[in-house]
């Protein structure tokens, strides 16, 4: 079984690709899994030591449709002991004032468990304004993609985050793709 889950939501497939990518990378479906949210549950969390959180800012710093639904899930997803890491996906030329605030809120609803966060991003290099999914003045929680405006970034931008996840994660040898 695959050591990784991937829970992600996608309205217009951007996280979708994006996640596809990041499984891939880290080693294809052995090592990591993906699992929509829009049929996913609780329980689900259960099989993973390593947990991938992805989402897409909606609308003016809401959760994407599919998070939305599920986020209540969380509350009795058993997270204790897991690592957790974020992916996001947003616009920050069109949504300056709450790029990537979907992490911000799944993060709120799990920042006191028992889990460890890793994956944290620099904000050096991207041009927005304010963000729920701050860890601090300097990083965002998670991977931060915007497809809207750097697309030409992703990839490399992906290759560098799966090198601070892979040894947080216990990856070092299931560096296949990167």
Not at 37 to 52: G, H, K, L, Q, R
Not at 144 to 159: M, Q, T, V, W
């Amino acid at each position: 079984m695959a050591k990784v889950g991937i829970f992600y939501g996608s309205t217009e497939g951007t996280t979708e690709r994006i996640v596809t990518m990041i499984q891939e990378k880290l080693g294809g479906e052995d090592v990591a899994e993906l699992l929509n949210v829009d049929s996913a549950s609780a329980e689900d969390f259960d099989a993973y030591p390593c947990i991938i959180l992805a989402s897409s800012t909606w609308e003016i710093g809401e959760l994407q449709e599919d998070w939305e639904t599920f986020i209540d899930e969380l509350d009795d997803a058993d997270l204790d002991g897991k690592k957790i890491a974020y992916v996001g996906t947003g616009d920050a030329d069109g949504y300056p004032d709450t790029f990537l605030d979907a992490l911000g809120l799944i993060h709120e609803r799990i920042a006191d468990r028992s889990c460890t966060f890793v994956g944290k991003w620099p904000t050096e290099g991207y041009n927005f304004e304010d963000s729920k999914g701050l860890a601090d003045d300097n990083s965002f929680l998670g991977l931060a993609i915007d497809e809207d405006n750097e697309a030409d970034l992703s990839e490399e931008r992906i290759d560098k985050w799966l090198k601070i996840i892979r040894p947080e994660f216990e990856l070092e040898n299931e560096e296949a793709n990167a």
